[in-house]
């Protein structure tokens, strides 16, 4: 009993120095049970254990990434981009405000109920 009890804390402090393998288990991708017997029959040093850790770096590469992009941003560029962003938005709710006009004038859907929005239209 005392040698299972061993096996049991050194698959948890496994666990810890690689917390990748604890989110297979909350994927479903794997049960503890499968984990602890690779573990058991293969020990900590197998590749299996260290493929996770690659996606992880992989991982970390991206969000360097990202944050080296984001960093070189110029505030400039920034503020001209949001510039012409509510230009087009303007354009745009300018286009919809006049095919509303038109579509009122040319005895479009009035106003009421949905239902009778529609009858007014088609008559």
Known sequence: MEEREKRLQ??????????HIIQKVRKKESTWQDLFEEWYLFGEDDKRWKADSSESATSKQWIHSIKTKLQSLDDDQIEQYVEQCKDALEMVSGLLSQ?????????????GTKNESYMTYWK
């Open 99 to 111: 095919f509303q006009s038109q579509s009122s004038k040319k005895g479009g859907p009035a106003t």
């Open 10 to 19: 050194e698959f948890k402090s496994f666990l810890v120095k690689n917390p």
